[in-house]
């Protein structure tokens, strides 16, 4: 009994909500009191903080997160990005932040159709990050604004004098050598001391220390986190009026010169020079005659990861810096149908893809496993005007099978599937003692299961694209439900392998066979959890080949035939040696190096946990309940550790009743908690 209330007690703790009250308060405004169809009207939301509590600027500073807004109903309006009052600067023991306090209006703009009559309503979910001196905390709230086409709106008075972008700015030259950036102060001008930047191409730190030196302000570059090439250049400070005003600064050729990011972050949003692709940032470019690179890429797409090391390369950041490369990121993390939308325009459902565009040139499709090399060699063409790979097309469609079943046999080499690499090897060690027929057997069953699960998942993709969804390869990886129960299954599995408890080993193939039955079963379920945590990875040549079996112009027969190719190609090597296994004897026999390699190929399995878990903190948007989450993932090793030490075959009766009840508690309470609170 005490361990059962030792146990509650610990559910009790870490399982409470630790959220703190809700110290702002949030509400959606109008400031225009005749609204008419056709026209452009101004509604804000509303932040009230209560005293020693703020909110976030557009560029937060050292730390912090702005204000966001997710609209739910906009009765056919279209409405604009935020436009942000002027900031405070705020000093907390040594980290600067640029932050609003007690009233604030961040105003929006709304375009009315023409012909609108009757009402507009505006619905949404607002978040935020309030702090004091104690700490930060996330909130959300649902906002709800309905005004009248027509006069007689009740209209929020508000100061346009606060909206730099409301006014005309001060156009300043400046120059920087990589190490300070200089900027001419506009004549005539009597501004603040402190001018806040837009983004981090100066650090807060550096904003507040700069210098005048001969009449003009000195701002030292190390440590930002942004480059001056990665956009506009642009600060805000309060003018003589007592309002705000923006300086837009034009860096002459030498702003680029030395200063790009090339540490971890070089790939972080528009850090290091890359910026958030949009089809408009990307006519854009073009327009100006610009090359621009698009990395279609996501947080749960590991090949995807493993190609930003090339990034990082000085001879890759000297060709994008030299040739002038306007660099993109499009982030799927997150269903976009726009991407989704764009990425069929290269005949490809699924990432990673790296294009190249130039007006007038065929874009140039990368592999998807990049190299520095091909990255430069690539570059190069697209400068000198040649082709280098236009999407490939005329491939016989003989080609394109072998393609996908050569990607299928390269997936076991991908990082995703490593974690089960060392399941296999133990499975073909234990069985080296059987017959040749249970082992053929194992070896079938398992490559059943492979062809099966990728079955399975071309039948739900072709029945959710029939439906007008937009998916493709690895789209379950974009349901944070998924990704918490794979990211749950490989800690379990994990602590299993590592000693902790025993789940039975027909799921993970992992210990001795019960019986024949249990262990066909666990041979295809073992093919099963294969294939699934394999989806994050794309192998070379895999992407072209499922862009093709995707393709509208297939048929499901066809596209049925590719993902069974796929499965049969990742299956193989393990079928191979099923078949053959005399090539299985090369490995020891078993003995006790069986439990080394088992207990050490749990350390794969949580660090794909991890890696699962930084996946989660990008799909979901609540910053509570990823700490949660993690909280939740003590909580649930915690449970395995309970039915390992007290449900053992060596306790009592009591003790194991006990034990496993307390386990089971713990672990579905938790695992209920984590998923009722997941958006």
């Known amino acids: 009994m005490r361990l059962l209330a030792l146990g509650l007690l610990t559910l009790t703790t870490l399982v409470v909500d630790l959220a703190a009250a809700v110290r702002t308060k949030v509400d959606l405004v109008n400031l225009t009191p005749e609204i ?14 209560d005293p020693h509590f703020h909110i976030y600027w557009k560029n937060p500073g050292d730390a912090g997160a702005s204000p966001t807004v997710e609209w739910s109903e906009k009765s056919g309006t279209t409405i604009g990005d935020f436009i942000w009052p002027g900031p405070k600067f705020l000093d907390q023991s040594g980290v600067y932040n640029f932050v609003y306090e007690a009233e604030t209006l961040i105003l929006l703009e709304v375009a009315i159709p023409a012909g609108k009559t009757g009402q507009v309503t505006l619905k949404g979910k607002a978040e935020w990050l309030e702090c004091d001196d104690k700490g930060c905390w996330p909130h959300d709230s649902l906002v709800e604004l309905t005004v009248n086409i027509g006069a007689g709106n009740a209209a929020q008075k508000y100061d346009p004098k606060l909206y730099p ?93 030395g200063s ?10 528009s850090t290091g020079g890359w910026l958030e692709w949009t089809p408009e940032a990307q006519a854009a470019a073009l327009a100006e005659g610009k090359i621009v690179y698009i990395d279609f890429t996501a947080r749960w797409c590991a090949t995807c990861q493993v190609n930003k090391r090339v990034y990082t390369q000085d001879d890759v950041i000297k060709a994008f810096a030299t040739k002038g490369i306007v660099r993109l990121k499009a982030d799927w993390t997150k269903k976009d149908d726009v991407i989704a939308a764009e990425l069929l325009k290269y005949g ?20 998807e496993a990049l190299t520095g090399m091909e990255v430069i060699a690539a570059l190069n063409a697209v400068s000198a005007g040649k082709p280098y790979q236009a999407a ?109 408890f025993e789940i ?7 210990a001795a066979e019960a019986d024949g039955k249990g262990g066909s079963w666990g041979a295809f379920f073992s093919g099963v959890l294969a294939t699934a945590v394999a989806t994050p990875c794309t192998a070379p040549g895999l992407g072209a080949a499922l862009g093709f079996a995707l393709d509208k112009d297939r048929s499901t027969a066809e596209t049925l035939l590719f993902f069974t190719v796929i499965g049969l190609g990742m299956a193989l090597p393990y079928l191979f040696l099923s078949i053959f296994p005399r090539l299985a004897a090369l490995l020891p026999k078993p003995g006790e190096w069986m439990e080394t390699l088992k207990q050490a190929m749990a350390f794969p399995l949580f660090a794909y946990a991890l890696y699962l878990l930084w996946v989660l903190n990008a799909l979901v948007d609540d910053a509570a309940w990823v700490r949660d989450a993690s909280l939740g993932m003590a909580v649930l090793a915690s449970a395995c550790w309970i039915w390992g030490r007290w449900g053992a075959p060596h306790r009592t009766d009591r003790e194991r009743l006990y034990g496993k009840g307390l386990a089971a508690l713990l672990f579905v309470g938790t695992l209920g908690y984590l998923y009722a609170g997941l958006n």
């Not at 008419?36 to 903080?49: D, H």
Request: charged share 15%.
């Open 36 to 49: 008419r169809a056709g026209e452009k009207a101004l509604v804000a939301l509303r932040y009230r903080c």
């Open 348 to 367: 490809r459902t699924g990432i990673p893809l790296n294009v190249i565009l130039r007006t007038g040139q065929p874009p140039a499709i990368l592999s």
């Open 260 to 269: 790009t990011t090339t540490g971890p972050d070089a790939h972080k949003g």
């Open 392 to 500: 490939a097309t005329s491939h016989s469609f003989f080609t394109w099978l072998l393609l996908a079943f050569g990607g299928g046999v390269l997936l076991n080499l991908m990082p995703c599937v490593f974690p089960m690499i060392g399941l296999k090897v133990l499975g073909f060690a234990r069985e080296a003692g059987s017959t040749r027929r249970t082992i053929v057997l194992h070896g079938v069953l398992y490559s059943l299961g492979v062809i099966v699960s990728f079955l399975a998942l071309a039948g739900l993709i072709i029945a959710l694209k029939s439906g007008g969804s937009s998916v493709g390869w690895g789209f379950q990886m974009q349901s944070p439900g998924f990704v918490l129960g794979t990211c749950i299954l490989m800690i379990v599995l994990g602590l299993s392998l590592a000693g902790i």
């Open 165 to 257: 972008s409301l006014r005309p700015s001060l156009a300043v030259n400046g120059k920087s050598d990589g190490k300070i950036l200089t900027v001419d102060l506009p004549s005539g001008r009597k501004l603040s001391d402190i001018w806040f930047p837009d983004r981090n191409f100066v650090t807060p730190n550096a904003a507040i220390k700069q210098k005048v030196v001969d009449g003009k302000l000195t701002f030292e570059l190390k440590e930002a986190t942004e480059t001056l090439a990665a956009g506009p250049v642009i600060f805000t400070t309060r003018s003589e009026d007592g309002g705000f005003v923006d300086i837009h600064v034009k860096l002459d050729g030498s702003a680029t010169k």
């Open 504 to 510: 039975g080993t027909g799921l993970a193939g992992t």
